[in-house]
């Protein structure tokens, strides 16, 4: 699929959409872990 | 403009982007889905560049973004300097990291896009360089903020570093004009040359990262406000 530029295509495709995924997972969970520590 | 600065206040900002998270969050998912789908599947092969010219679905965006949250973040920075609102430090602050993420990956996959038609991964471009340029100005302004032991200094020196490094942006923008580089021109104009069922999906992405980029902010801006209650 994609011919011989596929590697390049799917690649570019996953580091970008990946990276989004990951914010959002990191985003996410550092609010969680801020919300429930205690508060000094 | 009685509403602006009401929503300046610390606890109206963080209530105002509890509410905005959600809606720009399933914006943002179902518009890039419908953007990738259309991207990969259904916009036709380039006739010179192939199936290689997918790339720009992420690229575009990626590099329109992190212009665009460069200038928010001057913007914002403009806000602290003068004002001194909180709330401007804490948005300038939490989307450096976000801009510095898109503009890695305008490099990125600028890269993987210029092996198979340039055949080559980088060149000293005049529009390349002076994206670089960009993400050591984001890097820079993350360093200063976590350098600088007194908090409001830190923010303040990270906010002038802002606004003086706006100046690459115009620099970015024109340089495919000023200077004769392998980079194409513009690829969004007033009147794009781009085919419609090329350009649909595109504006589509363009659109839909920029729902979840509010969402993100939102979430960190959010976030940053609760740290600094518990700090204070």
Partial sequence: ?40 | MRYLIRLGTVQRFYHFCGTLVPGCLLLGVSIIAYGVIGGLFLAPPDYQQGEAFRIIYVHVPCALLSLLLYLALAFFSVIFLIWRIKVADMMAYCIAPLGAFFTVCALLTGAIWGKPMWGTWWIWDARLTSELILLFLYMGYMGLYHALPSPKSAARASAILAVVGVVDIPIIHYSVYWWNTLHQGATLSLKPTIESSMLKPLLAMILGFCFYTAALLCIRVRTEIVKRSRTR
């Fill in chain 1, 1 to 40: 699929m994609m011919g011989k530029y596929g590697w390049f295509i799917w690649s570019a495709y996953g580091l970008v959409l990946g990276g989004l995924v990951g914010l959002l997972w990191y985003s996410i969970r550092e609010a969680i872990q801020v919300k429930t520590k205690q508060a000094p």
